[in-house]
């Protein structure tokens, strides 16, 4: 897929893939907490243009994501851009964060967990096609 767009921040970059898609990455052994994930979404709903989009999560494999974050993301305002999540993890503590996130989070819009990007990206795009149909 071709970036359309992109906002970049010292700790991760937001990419607008299609008119359907955008990806995030974030760089480093750090804690995305309330703050940042503030960020990333503003970030989404900019390169949305304030809509429902579809929203691909990559961190290294030592980022980590903290309870503040998790509970802003689950949130109404957290998921107002989101139609749903895919999550690539890349070891098992971030494994168990994503799970943590969803059993303990419950967020409303469809979220899953992949080992891999190619996954994670035809899942999101099998949904945004079930969504036009209906």
Do not use: C, H
């Not at 139609?83 to 993890?89: E, K, N, S």
């Not at 168990?96 to 899942?123: C, G, H, R, T």
């Amino acid at each position: 897929m071709k970036i359309l767009q992109e906002i970049i921040f010292s700790y991760a970059k937001v990419q607008l893939l299609d008119a359907k898609l955008v990806r995030i990455e974030v760089f480093g052994e750090l804690v995305i907490d309330g703050k940042r994930t503030k960020e990333l979404n503003d970030a989404i709903g900019i390169l949305s243009k304030g809509k429902e989009i579809l929203v691909l999560m990559m961190a290294e494999e030592l980022t980590q994501v903290n309870e503040e974050a998790m509970a802003f993301s689950a949130s109404e305002e957290g998921q107002r851009y989101t139609i749903a999540d895919a999550m690539v993890v890349k070891s098992i503590t971030q494994r168990v964060m994503a799970n943590l996130y969803l059993s303990l989070n419950k967020p409303q819009k469809p979220s899953k967990i992949f080992n891999s990007e190619k996954d994670a990206v035809k899942w999101l795009l099998s949904l945004e096609k079930v969504r036009v149909k209906v």
